[in-house]
């Protein structure tokens, strides 16, 4: 398959998924903090349910509110080398509506001489393009190792300026990218600090119910999930349609 041509599979790969309604805004998460800022590379590790998906989302609205421009995929078992960069160069063509941004990598693509030869034009493309871009890489965990131990590092080692990578993955990532935390352009996120606080839970449930909720139900809520998301997401589906959500919540 030529990567100026359109493939299905490639179009929902590149699309951002759908996020419930019932979430919301964590400003103690926000990309815009000092903490997150700075970084080149941010890794969200965490267990199924604890909301890094919804949490990509939240950070690739703020850097679309910024100015960025953001590009989705999302990654899978099928993604060899040749076919991470055939996703990476249709988010960045979806992202930037440009269609000619295609070409440079084309020709790489069809080299021979090295694995990494499109990786390089795809990199160097990006920086030409002169503008802030964040690069979302969902379910990184679903790589072969194959990708794992060679293009993605060498993606993420070799990222220019203008180029912020956020990953999220169920597993813990092992990639040899040990200078990227020695200079500080590293950091990651893990399940504790994916979990909801007492105040983000009473947010969210306030959001959903407002006035036919109460503190304590709230609180009751919290500890049951533990704040789990995933957890408190399955209980506001769950209690959504009593009449009396106290009674529902001990239930």
């Known amino acids: 398959m030529a990567l100026g041509s359109t493939d299905p599979q490639l179009v929902l790969k590149v699309t951002p ?7 919301i805004e964590r400003p103690r998460l ?7 800022t700075d970084k080149a590379v941010v890794v969200i590790q965490a267990a199924a349910g604890s909301g890094k998906t919804s949490l990509l989302a939240q950070w690739r609205k703020e850097a679309l509110k910024s100015g960025a421009m953001v590009c989705w995929l999302t990654l899978d078992q099928h993604d060899s080398e040749s076919r991470l960069l055939h996703g990476l160069v ?18 790489a693509a069809a080299s021979r001489e090295s694995p990494f030869e ?8 990006v920086s030409d393009l002169a503008v802030e871009t964040v690069l979302i890489l969902d379910d990184a965990h679903a790589l072969p190792e194959s990708t794992l131990v060679s293009s993605l590092p060498y993606l993420l080692l070799n990222a220019p300026a203008n180029l912020r990578i956020v990953i999220a993955s169920r ?12 200079r500080g352009h590293f950091t990651e996120l893990t399940s504790g600090e994916l979990r909801f606080d007492l105040a983000e839970t009473v947010a969210l449930l306030q959001a959903r119910f407002g006035s036919r909720i109460d503190l304590d ?26 009449q ?3 009674e529902a919540i001990a239930g």
């Open 17 to 23: 998924p759908r996020i419930p309604r019932t979430v």
């Open 30 to 36: 926000s990309s815009t903090r000092p903490e997150f």
């Open 90 to 107: 249709a988010a960045v063509r979806v992202a930037s509506g440009r269609p000619a941004f295609v070409q440079g990598c084309t020709r």
């Open 118 to 125: 499109g990786l390089t034009e795809w990199l160097a493309e």
């Open 171 to 182: 597993k813990p990532l092992t990639l040899p990218i040990s200078e990227l935390p020695a």
């Open 217 to 242: 139900s709230c609180v009751r809520l919290h500890d049951l999930t533990e704040g789990w998301p995933l957890g408190v997401q399955l209980a506001v589906a769950t209690v959504e349609r009593s």
């Open 244 to 246: 009396d959500l106290r």
